[in-house]
């Protein structure tokens, strides 16, 4: 049969694998919080121009151009920020996550997201 992959040291309950995406949403979770990206989504958005009611801003795909309600686009580091999976990964996410300019960003649309996300993980 096959192994168990065993736990990791400094937290027997998990594996290393599991503590590392741990520490990747922490942090995914500090970047949708961080000025630089909140104040980024409202220089990049525009009036909706549709009939919903409730519907205040627009955003555009950067790959297809089409216009998107907030709920449909995505905000993506045209430089992925890469993998995690141990601590000489660390310093080099965090920089690729948090230290952005205004030109490392793009809105994808959730379509053109998931595409890209392959393609960069090939």
């Given at each position: ?22 520490i ?8 949708n ?27 555009q ?26 601590l ?35």
């Open positions: 049969m096959g192994r168990k992959t065993p736990p990791f040291r400094y937290y027997p309950q998990w594996t290393e694998a599991r503590f590392w995406s741990f990747r949403s922490a942090l995914r979770q500090a970047w919080k961080s000025p630089i990206k909140r104040d980024w989504e409202k220089k990049h958005r525009r009036k909706y121009t549709g009939s919903d009611k409730r519907t205040k801003w627009e955003y795909c950067n790959n297809c151009k089409k216009w998107f309600k907030r709920k449909d686009v995505q905000v993506d580091h045209k430089i992925p920020a890469g993998a995690l999976r141990s000489d990964d660390l310093k080099g996410f965090v920089k690729r996550l948090f230290f952005v300019e205004e030109n490392d960003l793009q809105w994808l649309c959730k379509q053109c997201h998931t595409q890209k996300t392959k393609k960069d993980k090939r």
